[in-house]
């Protein structure tokens, strides 16, 4: 019987690409993630900016609840402060409304018990708010306005002419009466308000250092943390007082662009 012999099929050649990916695929999936990121990383920005507002808010409220704490504790007076070579409640410039304690060089010793505190430091002192993180902006980067300057807390740095001084991030009661410039720069400037009970519901009781736009911790918009009077707050953007701060003499002795400055925040 003849035999016949099929030939079996040869195997299907495999292709050398495998399961991996081409460089043009690769490319396209970088595309598209940049792409994500381009749109999402804006409203990222927007979100940690209004979140980091809102923990300033959360601040200069408290301290305007601390505050009032103080005036119903003392009679309605506000907390005072005493700066070197002047009387109380004067100030010679107007950068000076963030000064937690003074010092204690020259006429500083005549303070007694309280050595230099001034102005929000007595709120500490009288124990109405311990915690240090509530006296600074949590973004700003200013070194000499941050809690980490004074760590472990309270612990002063260097001053030329006071010894040694500690500052916080927002400006107390920072009214005076020069309002028409016919008083001379070279005095101290009285404040205006010694009582809670003096101001209008609407008066700024508390802002951020408004000193200059490099010391402007927010920004996307330009803008300040305020207290008012009535221990409401809320958070201000004007392109007045923006354009205020590029005066080189406006953290120094210009009271008078100073003072419409505040007026500009409550309007």
């Not at 007694?112 to 509530?134: F, V």
């Not at 003096?198 to 920004?219: F, G, P, R, W």
Request: proline share 6%.
């Amino acid at each position: 019987m003849a035999r016949f012999i099929h030939d079996s099929p040869a195997p299907a050649r495999r292709t050398s690409r495998g399961t991996g990916f081409t460089l043009v695929e690769l490319l396209v999936v970088i595309g598209i993630i940049a792409l994500l990121i381009s749109i999402l990383l804006p409203a990222l920005n927007k979100a940690r900016a209004a979140a980091n507002r809102t923990a300033c808010l959360s601040n200069i409220r408290q301290l305007a609840v601390g505050t009032h704490m103080y005036a119903q504790e003392y009679r309605g007076w506000l907390m005072p402060t005493k700066q070197q070579n002047a009387r109380w409640n004067e100030y010679w410039d107007t950068h000076q409304f963030y000064y937690f304690d003074f010092g204690t060089q020259g006429d500083q010793a005549l303070l007694g018990p309280d050595g230099g505190i001034a102005g929000l430091g007595h709120l500490y002192k009288t124990g109405i708010l311990r915690d240090g993180r509530l006296f600074y902006c949590p973004v700003q980067l200013s070194t000499n306005l941050t809690l980490d300057a004074y760590e472990p807390w309270l612990t002063p740095q260097p001053h030329p002419s006071q010894g040694a001084v500690v500052r916080v991030g927002y400006y107390f009661n920072p009214h005076t009466t020069d309002r028409s410039g016919k008083r001379t720069n070279s005095v101290p400037q009285p404040r205006v308000y010694t009582r809670l009970s003096q101001m209008k519901n609407d008066k700024v009781l508390l802002v951020e250092v408004l000193n200059s736009q490099s010391l402007t911790a927010h920004h996307n918009p330009d803008g300040w943390s305020v207290a008012f009077a009535d221990g409401s707050a809320r958070f201000v953007s004007d392109k007045r007082v923006w354009t205020n701060l590029t005066d080189p003499n406006f953290s120094k002795r210009n009271w008078v662009l100073f003072n419409n400055s505040l007026d500009n925040l409550t309007e």
